[in-house]
């Protein structure tokens, strides 16, 4: 079974700080990991995605497999940034539909 | 494409009454996914269809939901009778899963009530 954990329920910083949102998982085999972000009320959006390593808004996310560990990190936080951000973990496997085990969810909050 | 469509956006009704929520793929996705997000438990899976034939139904709270997906482009998830714990908001997502970009695309959602 696979599991992924978001250990800050909340989070705030100061625009222009760095700020980094946790996120481990466990999963016995090989995983691919996701970002979500959901602004105020809107839809789940794909924010990036390990396998890709790009940098998306200014955000990237390196998965650790020593430390089962695909923080997401941004060197300058900006308000618009405030959102509710999801880590996600879908089996690394061709066939069938590929679920997605979300966690918990960290609300960023970016103070002026 | 419109993207993943969900209805209604929001819906307000009494205990016990039943509740359809609807959902509209993205035309060529071939899975569907049904999730319920609270406040308290985050982002839930319910069920799931792969070819519109339900694979794992195992997050569906209990008997009193139910999910169908009679053809590729339409599924409902009802609740009947509705409970004031089954207050949240309803996602759907679809995807391709052929290859590529493997990212869910998310509805709007349904934000239910239940009074």
């Known amino acids: 079974a696979q599991r992924v954990t978001q250990p800050e329920k909340l989070l705030s910083v100061f625009k222009g700080a760095p700020v980094e949102l946790k996120c481990n998982y466990s999963y016995s085999g090989s995983p691919e990991l996701f970002w979500y972000v959901q602004y105020s009320r809107q839809r789940l959006q794909l924010l990036l995605r390990h396998i890709s390593r790009e940098s998306i808004k200014g955000f990237t996310a390196d998965l650790n497999k020593g430390e089962t560990s695909f923080h997401l990190k941004k060197p300058f936080a900006q308000e618009e940034d405030s959102a509710m951000y999801y880590c996600?973990?879908?089996?690394?496997?061709?066939?069938?539909?590929?679920?997605?085990?979300f966690g918990s969810g960290t609300q960023l909050t970016v103070l002026p | 494409d419109a993207g993943v469509i969900q209805s209604p956006r929001h819906e307000v009704t009494e205990m016990g009454q039943e509740v359809t929520l609807r959902c509209k793929p993205i035309?060529?996705?071939?899975?569907l996914f049904w999730y319920r997000q609270t406040m308290m438990r985050g982002l839930e899976l319910l069920i799931y269809?792969?070819?519109?034939?339900?694979?794992?139904d195992s997050g569906m709270p209990e008997d009193r939901f139910s999910a169908k997906m009679p053809n590729a482009s339409f599924s409902t998830l009802k609740i009947q009778p509705s409970e004031p714990r089954d207050s949240a908001v309803y996602f759907c997502a679809s995807i391709s899963g052929t290859g590529g970009d493997y990212g869910y695309t998310f509805g709007s959602g349904t934000r239910l009530t239940v009074v």
């Open positions: 996600a973990l879908s089996p690394l496997s061709s066939g069938s539909a590929r679920q997605l085990t």
């Open positions: 269809f792969n070819n519109n034939v339900p694979i794992d």
């Open positions: 035309s060529g996705h071939n899975s």
